[in-house]
């Protein structure tokens, strides 16, 4: 089963309208990280938030991690089509000797 | 700053085809990371190297071997492709094993 997983699967808004994802896990982290990719691209990194952050920022983008209910949410405020995108969630566990663990991501359709 | 470069772009093999993914990072990352990609299967790790002169399994490495050839190059090898392989290959690559990745732009794989 997967360590990361996004919620919804697809969002789709209008131009303006905000923009929120979410990102449950089942262990323990060291960090969370946010990544977008746009059709037919490789993936870019937007955010790193670590166990012992409950908020980062970023421009239009805000994240947030609840580690007592391991669970992570991505805001994007005043969304753009250019925001047209899929997001992944990404976490590194806090045992072992492990990589990022990626999820399904989330489809995100901004219309204009 | 080229960052993370991939080649081929795309490629097509017959089944039994053997074939090899090249990836170079120029930003003296000590890390760097084999991931494929399939429709609804989000990304999977293949293969990473934590740092130059190792290399470890990841989560679906059968069919593949790798050689971290210095501290900028990774490959990946396909001995002799089948259909399954088809997908989408990115290689990635960061300072430390569970921190920020940078991704590079992906070779598409069809396997007939």
């Known amino acids: 089963s997967q360590q990361g997983e996004e919620d919804p699967q697809a969002l789709s808004i209008q131009e303006g309208e905000n923009a929120t994802m979410n990102c449950s896990y089942k262990t323990s982290i060291n960090n969370l990280q946010w990544y977008r990719q746009n059709s037919g691209r490789g993936l870019v990194h937007l955010i790193l938030?670590?166990?012992?952050?409950r908020e980062k920022h970023s421009g239009r983008l805000r994240v947030t991690l609840d580690t007592s209910k391991k669970s992570s949410s991505l805001l994007i405020t005043a969304s753009r089509a250019a925001d047209t995108a899929s997001y992944f969630c990404a976490t590194a566990l806090n045992s072992g000797y492990s990589t990022l663990t990626f999820g399904k991501g989330t489809m995100l359709l901004v219309s204009p | 700053n080229a960052g993370v470069t991939q080649t081929p772009k795309f490629q097509v093999l017959k089944t039994g085809q053997s074939m090899t993914l090249q990836c170079a990072q120029d930003?003296?990352?000590?890390?760097m990371y084999w991931y494929r990609q399939d429709p609804g299967m989000g990304l999977r790790l293949i293969y990473y190297s934590a740092s130059e002169g190792t290399t470890d399994k990841g989560e679906v490495p059968n069919g593949y071997n790798v050689s971290r050839l210095n501290k900028r190059e990774f490959s990946l090898r396909l001995e002799s492709a089948a259909p399954s392989q088809t997908s989408v290959y990115f290689c990635?690559?960061?300072?430390?094993?569970?921190?920020?990745?940078?991704f590079g732009p992906g070779t598409r794989l069809l396997v007939l």
């Open positions: 990635a690559s960061s300072e430390q094993y569970q921190e920020t990745q940078y």
């Open positions: 930003m003296n990352h000590n890390s």
């Open positions: 938030i670590r166990s012992n952050e």
